[in-house]
């Protein structure tokens, strides 16, 4: 994740986490999509990258669980865009939102699973930092 933001930097890096079947199972691979926004304050998973990533994570008996971005200008921590993101209907609340921030010319890397709130979605969406366990 971190080669990635470093790699497409100074735009913005995506991908997807990928885990082995079942609740909270470790994330075992990490798929780069294409950020077909091609910008550096936003990011929009390519659809065929998100497809084909998809398809082979199912192949190995894997599921996405996450997705994966850079800031490259702000610290890791969900943006309102990225709240906005997580909390559409179609996107898993139990997703994992891992940030790699390289603002300050050093890689951070946090996640965050964010849930729905009501109302205004900054102010009422739970954000919780989760632990990274990198092997
Ligand atoms: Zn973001």
Redesign the pocket.
């Known amino acids: 994740m971190l080669a990635e933001a470093w790699r497409v930097y100074p735009n ?1 890096a995506c991908g997807l986490l990928v885990a082995e079947r079942g609740i909270d199972r470790p994330i075992v691979r990490f798929e780069p999509v294409e950020n077909a926004a091609d910008s550096s304050r936003v ?1 929009t998973l390519d659809p065929m990258g998100f497809m084909k990533a998809e398809r082979r994570a199912d192949d190995a008996g894997l599921e996405v669980v996450g997705v994966m ?1 850079s ?1 490259t200008h702000t610290a890791a921590y ?2 309102a ?2 709240v906005a993101e997580a909390t559409k209907p179609l996107v898993p609340p139990t997703w994992h939102w891992a ?1 790699v921030s390289l603002a300050w010319g050093f890689p951070e890397l946090r996640s965050f699973r964010v849930t729905p709130g009501e109302g205004d979605v900054m102010t009422l969406a739970g954000i919780v930092e989760e632990r990274v366990v990198l092997s």
Request: hydrophobic share 20%.
């Open positions: 913005e990011f971005h800031h969900p943006s865009t990225d940030i």
